[in-house]
């Protein structure tokens, strides 16, 4: 009996062209796209965005055409209390987090495995550049940078845990982009050259601080931009409309470049420096999550990302309890922020991460 597997489908060219590859590797396959949330309810009137009713539209239509059943499951409670609750919660508290993340830990790789577990499949398949399998001689299952470093995911699904890796496939792990645009084209895909979304999908336009206002309904009082001695430097506009390492539209004139090193949140204060204070060498993360090993035995050499646009740097990890790694660069890295993933590398193989809480200590 063949093997069956449940895909995630976006509506984007990558989940299309993953799902057309799962079904050629022989598994027996559905298309399933999860509904998250209602556009009005994020103040968006649009259709043409991601998670609108287009995509799950052109999910439906890729799916019917390569002959694969299609169906929609409405997830949305769990959207907004793990995703969109803790996105807000964690910029009114002052730190930056990053909602792909959650989506991947709680959504993806919780509810949907829940799903697949209960309706008797074997396996997820996701569009993600990234690729896994299993190390007989560790005994752990891994997970890898895809080969096209431009669009490798592997930062977003350090999450995962060694049950979710053995029960998910990423057929495009070892593509490029433009090599899974082609493969669409040669099918017919309706969303072959389809853009790929570069916001959060809930916020529309990119304004975090909008969209927490309007979602909220609660106004983020202006507060005091000061320096590292505490001296006030003026006013701020509300602790959400600010993250670490911004310079640009502050609002105050003054006599040299100043940057937001730290946010303050239970003082409403804004801490500003110049370009050098941005730098530190040491962090300390917490939540961490080990895939490679189930724990750092010893300190460790690494190379590390502190967000996903930033490029690994080399470190030592050191595994200070069973929840909490302290990461000490071999050079000062710029604007490592409170919220914010630190995932650690061996080669191509992500050892784990975990959650930045303190910078500098």
Not at 277 to 300: C, D
Request: hydrophobic content about 40%; overall charge neutral; some cysteine.
């Amino acid at each position: 009996m063949a093997r069956k597997a449940m895909i995630a489908m976006s509506g984007g060219v990558d989940s299309s062209v993953a799902a057309l590859l799962a079904l050629k590797s022989g598994l027996e396959c559905v298309g399933v796209t999860l509904k998250l949330f209602e556009n009005s309810d994020v103040g968006e009137s649009r259709e043409d965005r991601c998670c609108s009713l287009s995509d799950a539209e052109d999910a439906r239509r890729v799916a019917y055409s390569i002959g694969m059943p299609h169906y929609v499951f409405d997830f949305g409670d769990d959207f907004r209390r793990e995703v969109i609750g803790r996105f807000i919660d964690e910029y009114a508290s002052g730190r930056t987090p990053n909602p792909c993340i959650d989506c991947n830990r709680f959504i993806k790789f919780k509810r949907l495995m829940e799903r697949m577990d209960s309706m008797g499949f074997d396996y997820i398949v996701t569009g993600h550049y990234a690729r896994a399998g299993f190390d007989a001689g560790s005994g752990r299952h891994y997970l890898k940078k895809a080969l096209d470093s431009a669009k490798d995911q592997s930062y977003v699904l350090y999450g995962m845990t060694q049950r979710q890796l053995a029960h998910t496939i990423f057929p495009l792990g070892g593509l490029s982009k433009p090599e899974v645009r082609e493969i669409a084209a040669e099918k017919g895909f309706v969303n072959a050259k389809k853009h790929d979304s570069q916001d959060i999908c809930f916020v529309p336009g990119g304004s975090y601080a909008d969209f927490i206002e309007g979602y909220t309904g609660k106004a983020y009082p202006c507060g005091d931009f000061v320096d590292g001695s505490g001296n006030v430097l003026g006013r701020h506009r509300g602790i959400i409309r600010y993250t670490v390492g911004q310079r640009r539209g502050l609002g105050l004139a003054l006599p040299a470049p100043l940057y937001v090193r730290e946010k303050r949140a239970a003082e409403n204060k804004i801490v500003l420096s110049p370009w050098e204070g941005l730098f530190a060498r040491v962090l300390e993360a917490k939540g961490v999550n080990l895939i490679a090993a189930s724990r750092i035995e010893r300190p460790m050499r690494v190379t590390a990302k502190v967000s996903y646009n930033q490029p690994e740097a080399p470190a030592t990890v050191t595994q200070t309890d069973e929840d909490t790694i302290r990461l000490e660069f071999d050079e000062p890295i710029r604007a490592a922020t409170a919220g914010q993933a630190a995932v650690l590398y061996d080669g191509d193989i992500v050892v784990g991460g975990g959650t930045i809480a303190t910078v500098g200590g």
